[in-house]
């Protein structure tokens, strides 16, 4: 790895270790998570100037109103996805700068990763390059549509959040299939875990979070 991908001082490998610590003193069990998380450089994906706080366990802005999600979030929503087996094909609504994407692409077969900001599509699919992660298709476009060209998922993970599960995306989700996705408005967000049943869906809510809101059209 080149110096810029290992990191040094704060984007050192010893401060990504005291991330995966911190990681399992929150609850975070799949060593599976833990061990993508320890080897895939965060602060790559950030401006230079906040790359020395990468590894701090909080959201960062990344541009145009947005944030990248905090490191525990990242590894809750990847294990309550992967928790009942491996998925082949992964669609992730909100790319962002992704991090979340390079995490879920090391883990699943295929992500098909939708965004309706350009700028930040473009800067996430650099990084994934920059990481050699080829797995990902990337789609500019309102995520509420979801993906239907590569319909059904036996995985969806929602980045931004929703007052109401998009109707879309429960058509697009295989019979077994999961969904992790924070719902309800800022201030009062839960995440929350459905599973596509043969012929319902059943949900579990899984914890509070605070996301920033799921927003419809494209820029
Ligand atoms: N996992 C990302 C999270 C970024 S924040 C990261 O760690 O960087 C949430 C992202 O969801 C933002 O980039 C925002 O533009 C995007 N977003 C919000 N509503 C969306 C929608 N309807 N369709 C696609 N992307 C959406």
């Not at 990902?136 to 060209?149: A, E, I, K, M, R």
Request: with cysteine; net charge neutral; aromatic share 6%.
């Amino acid at each position: 790895m080149n110096q810029t991908l290992q990191g040094i001082g704060m984007t050192s490998r010893r401060t990504r270790e005291r991330m995966i610590n911190r990681l399992s003193e929150q609850g975070i069990i799949s060593n599976k998570v833990l061990d993508v998380m320890r080897n895939t450089p965060r602060h790559i994906f950030m401006d230079e100037a906040l790359a020395s706080r990468a590894y701090e366990d909080t959201a960062l802005p990344i541009g145009h109103n947005q944030t990248i999600s905090q490191p525990y979030i990242v590894a809750k929503m990847t294990e309550l996805l992967l928790e009942r087996g491996p998925l082949e094909n992964v669609l992730e609504i909100g790319t962002g700068c992704g991090y979340q994407t390079a995490i879920l692409a090391q883990l699943v077969d295929r992500v098909y990763s939708v965004e309706r900001i350009l700028a930040l599509q473009r800067k996430a699919k650099g990084h994934l390059w920059e990481l050699k992660l080829k797995n990902v298709s990337y789609l500019h476009s309102d995520g509420g549509w979801g993906w239907p060209d590569y319909a059904p998922f036996d995985g969806i993970l929602v980045s931004a959040a929703p007052s109401e599960v998009p109707e879309m995306l429960l058509q697009q989700m295989a019979v077994g299939g999961v969904m992790v996705i924070p719902i309800g408005k800022c201030g009062s967000q839960e995440l929350q875990r459905i599973t596509r049943t043969e012929n319902s869906y059943e949900f579990e809510k899984v914890e509070p979070v605070s996301f920033v809101p799921f927003l419809s059209g494209r820029e």
